[in-house]
């Protein structure tokens, strides 16, 4: 593939990167952005045009209150996204915050953190995440936080190894021989280098964040019944996929795996860029 | 091997770990906004205000949290996780009889997708480039990215609804009286859920083991080995089974919280009545202490599958083998 295309095209491996990275981006925003400015007229009941199958006019057909589907679809993606952006930026910090501390502090700090690390992902995922939304008392609320405050762990060992391998390099002991405090170090010298990394977590946390979301709301946690959210849209069409209404369950399911594979392309570019040894390949 | 120091470790790592687990569960459930009595006696009770205050002085209600805990706690180690709401029996009995439902089709999926992600990961890995390999690829990509519960659905539109092959959902015919199914009727039942559950766990494992063998393969002791003259399939037998054999069957016992969520998922799209459609029945019905009794299974479950992969961790990599710190 790769040898092809470099003559058909003339454009290097790096070029190409950007360019899947920048197709990516551009799609997700633009639906990202005509999701939250659509008109809510565009997905409004209807009954007259109920269980449409695709046509021309309704490209996702139409559900059973005659709402079109292709619309509902982009404005609940984009909700998704809201969520997923959320959800990814909260985790972050925390695992960047945690895993840098706990990898400079060590001792009995690190030991704290490992064990929280442990505790989260003790319990199954989705159970976590009834528990936190059941906490919450259900809602957006619930989604919003249990998806926020749950995907830290995993990007916490990251980081933390990075931090650990780091730590011992000669620069940095240089830097505590002459006399540099632990926060200075971790600033100046360990941060800079997490960031590659961390970046890459999280725009790889994205797509998890949003499978979850969708999937506690398909469960019933989540969002209300009356926002058009994937995860709704999904566990509504489970109610008339008996009678044969297929195009309920198969676009909004497309949407969602194209978006989430998008981030996955992002993640994946981006990681081969920022890293050294494969960014000039 | 293990050293009886490093086991009296591991097990008390592991109680530590399931006793803050518990708290953790403990403090979300307590937290909510939901009144346990309200949704023992049902909102619109006409019980006095004296009965209620009756009951709640019984259950303990009025106490502390970590008191509550504590008497939670002690309730559970004599083997009494109380009496569930929704239900209306002992939870353990229903976590017994639900769990045992899961289980066969999580074993089920667990290992159709081993060993068939297994196999096509040898596969496509030793055709690395080739159109079967980025079939493959492309394919496990797809299904990494894509829900469980639309996976699900998607399976029970085209082969319960357009074909008709299989039945819409539950683990048994509607209408007939449970000492009357077959074991037959049990597996018909099962065979979809178990497909939907196989298909979404095969991706991991199977770019795992393409990507181990495609790393194997441009090793010097394989170059060696071609150059002595091995066939390919004495090559993948004797060489490459050998170096990732355990390291995927580690995977697969580290994957059982997925395992768990995907479980619980496929059991909602196809109404398969084990503890996955428990779980979401009871958070949905306020039943705390049957959620509470599940989050502990689901953590001792996720537990056993980790701990057993941080054994054999141990077991396959000999720079492990001399440390003691398995969990």
Redesign the interface.
Known sequence: MSKRALTFTGLNARSRMIIYISVAVVYLACVFVWGTLLDPSAYAVRFADKFIPPSAGHIFGTDFMGRDMFFRCVRGLSNSLVIGLAASLISSVIALVFGISSAVIGGKFDKAVL?CV??C???????LL????????RGAKGVMLGVAFTHWPELTRLVRAEVLQLRSSQYVRASYKMGKSRMYVAMRHIFPHVIPVYLVGIVLLF?HAI?HE??VT????GLPAETPAIGVI??E??RH????K?WL??FP?LM??AA??LF?VIGENLKRLLNPSSAQE | MLTAKSTVGIVGRMLILLVLISILAFMLVVNAPIDPLTSYIGAESTLSQDARDEIAEHWGLNKSAPERYLNWAKNILSGDFGMSITYKRPVISIIRERFSASIILMALAWMLSGILGFAIGIIAGLRRGGVFDRLVKLFCLVLQSSPTFWIGLLILSVFAVSLGWFPLGMAAPMGKLAAEVTLGDRIYHLILPTVTLTIVSIGKITLYTRQKVTEIMRSDFILFARARGLSTRKLVWQHVMRNISLPAVTLQFSSFSELFGGMALAETVFSYPGIGTATTAAALGGDVPLLLGISLISALFVFSGNLIANILYGVVDPRVKGGGNYV
């Open positions: 064990m442990d505790c992902m003790g319990l199954p995922h989705l159970v009834i528990l936190i939304s059941f906490m919450l008392g797509p499978m969708s999937a398909f469960l019933g946690f999904l566990s069409a489970m996929i008996a009678t044969g297929w369950a198969l399911g969602l795996i989430v594979l996955d």
